[in-house]
Nanobody, 114 residues
C-alpha cells in the first residue's frame, strides 16, 4: 500500500485548498478511503470518508466545509476544503479504512493563519 498526499499550503482564514492522494498497491476502487488530520499537540482524528459506493461521511468539525471525492480511474482521493479556519491547521493524511485504523500516508501540512 502506498499513499502519497499533496496540495498542502499556507492560506488565510476563509480560503480554500484541495488536497490529493495518489494511491497504489491495492484495489483502490473497492476500498473505503478516508482523510485524517493531526493538529499540533493533539491526537490524530478522522475527518472524512468515502465508502466507494456513493456514500460519504464527515466529522462534525468539517461537515459543510470539506468535500471528499475520488477518481477511481486514476486511483486518486481528493479533499476539497473551503472556508478554512485557523483550527484546521494540521498535517492531513490520506488513509485506507474508517476511523483511525488502516494504512496512513506521510501527510501534507495545511496552515491557516492571517
Amino acid at each position: 500500500v502506498q499513499l502519497v498526499e499533496s496540495g498542502g499550503d499556507s492560506v488565510q482564514p476563509g480560503g480554500s485548498l484541495r488536497l490529493s492522494c495518489a494511491a497504489s498497491g491495492f484495489p483502490f476502487g473497492t476500498y473505503y478511503m478516508s482523510w485524517g488530520r493531526q493538529a499540533p499537540l493533539k491526537p490524530r482524528e478522522w475527518i472524512a470518508g468515502d465508502n466507494a459506493r456513493g456514500r460519504t461521511d464527515y466529522a462534525d468539525s468539517v461537515k459543510g466545509r470539506f468535500t471528499i471525492s475520488r477518481d477511481n480511474n486514476n486511483n486518486i482521493l481528493y479533499l476539497q476544503m473551503n472556508n478554512l479556519k485557523p483550527e484546521d491547521t494540521a498535517v492531513y493524511y490520506c488513509k485506507t479504512g474508517t476511523g483511525l485504523s488502516g494504512n496512513w500516508g506521510q501527510g501534507t501540512q495545511v496552515t491557516v493563519s492571517p
